[in-house]
């Protein structure tokens, strides 16, 4: 299997914690990308890292990429309750048609 | 602008029977369009990527005869699950590539479709 793992499968903070989550992959890639998904809902993409790059802003999202170790992490800042949701790394890889291949997923929960 | 809607968002049926899920780009031209399944508290799984006009390339474990995909025009992608069992129930969602759009560019997901079989 091509999918990524996630760690930590849960994670629980009190608003205006930070969150990290980290993805491990296992293929070289072209880009990585986050997505968070509330529950039962589609998925929002959140921030695409290309395989050149090593880190990426957007808002409070901070994502790294480090390609030699086949992980990228995401880090939420000052959370809040609203940020609740489930958060999947999805690989874009390369010479498989560009599929995409997504980690395990990491179940955050922020406490008001 | 690229928007992917899928229909129905909810459906319902008995064992036995086929279910048709469909997806769509809004406003841009698909030439790859990609199926996931995604059961409870679980991440998303590819089942199949779909080339507008030819054949689906199906992933490993997953049932061609069962699980049919057909891309017939750059807009519109089908699934059809035939002879579904409760074990088929999950959340099905699609997603988008849309032409000319670079290799780096990502995919566009349609908001899936939960199927029920009873």
């Known amino acids: 299997s091509q999918q990524g793992e996630e760690d930590p499968q849960a994670l629980s903070i009190q608003e205006g914690e930070n969150a990290t989550m980290n993805c491990s992959y296992k293929?070289?890639?072209?880009?990585l990308q986050w997505y968070r998904q509330n529950s039962g809902r589609g998925l929002v993409h959140l921030i695409l890292?290309?395989?050149?790059?090593r880190e990426k802003h957007s808002g409070r999202l901070r994502v790294t990429l480090d390609t030699s170790k086949k992980s990228s992490s995401l880090l939420i800042t000052a959370s809040r309750a609203a940020d609740t949701a489930s958060y999947f790394c999805a690989t874009d890889a390369e010479n498989t048609g560009n599929q995409f291949y997504f980690g395990t997923g990491t179940s955050l929960t922020v406490i008001p | 602008g690229a928007v992917v809607s899928q229909h129905p968002s909810r459906v319902i049926c008995k064992s036995g029977t086929s279910v048709k899920i469909e997806c769509r780009s809004l406003d841009f031209q698909a030439t790859t369009m990609f199926w996931y399944r995604q059961f409870p508290k679980q991440s998303l799984m590819l089942m199949a990527t779909s080339n507008e006009g030819s054949k689906a390339t199906y992933e490993q474990g997953v049932e061609k005869d069962k699980f049919l995909i057909n891309h017939a025009s750059l807009t519109l992608s089908t699934l059809t699950v035939t002879s579904a069992h409760p074990e088929d129930s999950s959340f099905y969602i699609c997603?988008?590539?849309?032409?000319?759009?670079?290799?780096?560019?990502?995919?566009?997901f349609g908001p899936g479709t939960r199927l029920l079989v009873l």
């Open positions: 293929t070289s890639i072209n880009n």
């Open positions: 997603s988008a590539r849309g032409m000319g759009m670079s290799v780096q560019e990502t995919q566009y």
């Open positions: 890292i290309r395989s050149n790059e």
